[in-house]
């Protein structure tokens, strides 16, 4: 009796685990996306590291209401074998508590966390977006955290700005020695001149480069990247890492000068680097754009809008944050996207959809449900 009872309950238990498990079969763009934890998955402005065979994705954990869009909790860690369902792997990195002083002390501005793992040293590197608690935008820093585990939990090491007293590649010595003509802040969202005309290089010199938006690429040789938004969000910079992946080794790119583009997401495709971006419209959504080069620290060409249908001039009411290469797939990647709603932050949604390849560039079409074998 109580082996037969006890074989009911165990089929029983298999049965809902292997229901747990494969809830999802497709992906469903735009709708409440459960964790195993019946949970809807808390990793805004996220990223996707495969290792091991399986997939983790660290984003930022928001909680209810206009106040969830700061740090309240840290960085969530989530992850899969399949992409579709998700198991809760808890806070990979946790914000410092209130008071004690540290960059990331609760109430910070941290965003956009990405892992990578470096293979020299066996650790994973997590970089953000940083901004420190009660000075609105106005820091620009990149952050960086390091563990043992993929999990974590991640040790915070510091944050600041970028490559400080060193100039990008191929800076004129005109521009070296012009004066400066920008002020110490501007909003972000436009400027009143070029940023030549203004020099933010040379004002930021000294204290170092801004840095907001940001994502990191590892190319086929190892060689890791930071891309971010720079220059008061006029310019997208790329700056080489250094072999540990915890800092910059001083060489660096600036790209799209006075375009305002933020949210960039990096990939590589049959030997050629793309890059998707957005335009700088706060928490409001607008047309994507994108990029090509045959290096990434050589000359970018924009190739316009990779969203080719309805909503395409709103991302489809998205904005990147990763492009995922599919593990085993060649050739398959697929667009990471955040519907932000800054009104109640926790309740962001997630935009997934798959890249095409046309004519030389890449594009993306809303589908309402799809999957990987589509």
Known sequence: MWKQISLAVLLAAGLLACQTKERYQSFTPGQVWLDNNNVHINA??????????????????????????????????????????????????????????????????????????????????????????????????????????????????????????????????????????????????????????????????????????????????GTAYHIYASEENSTLQIARLNSDYTDHDGTYIRCFKGRFMEAPAMFKHEGRYYLMMSGCTGWSPNAARSAVADSILGEWTELGNPCVDADSALTYHSQSTYILPV?????????????????????GRYIWLPLEFEDGRFIIRWKDEWKLED
């Open 44 to 221: 805004h402005g996220g990223g996707i590291l495969y290792d091991n065979g399986r997939y983790y994705w660290f984003g930022k954990h928001k909680t209810e209401g206009e106040g969830g869009n700061v740090a309240n909790v840290g960085v969530h860690c989530y992850s899969s074998t399949d992409l579709y369902n998700w198991k809760d792997e808890g806070i990979a990195l946790a914000v410092a508590p209130e008071g004690s002083g540290s960059p990331i002390e609760k109430g910070c501005i941290l965003e956009r966390p990405k892992v990578i793992h470096n293979a020299r040293t066996g650790k994973y590197v997590m970089w953000f977006h940083l901004e420190p608690k009660g000075a609105g935008y106005t820091g620009a820093q990149s952050g960086v955290a390091v563990s043992d585990k993929v999990t974590g939990p991640y040790r915070f090491l510091h944050a600041g700005r970028i490559n400080a007293g060193k100039w990008p590649q191929g800076t004129p010595e005109s521009l070296k020695t012009a004066p400066v003509q920008a002020e110490a802040h501007y909003s972000g969202g436009d400027l009143p001149a070029h940023p030549d005309s203004l020099n933010l290089i040379k004002r930021d010199l000294e204290g170092g480069q801004m840095a907001r938006d940001m994502n990191l690429f590892v190319d086929d040789d």
């Open 327 to 347: 593990a085993g797939k060649e050739g398959q990647f697929i667009y990471l996207g955040d519907r932000w709603t800054p009104e109640n932050a926790i309740d």
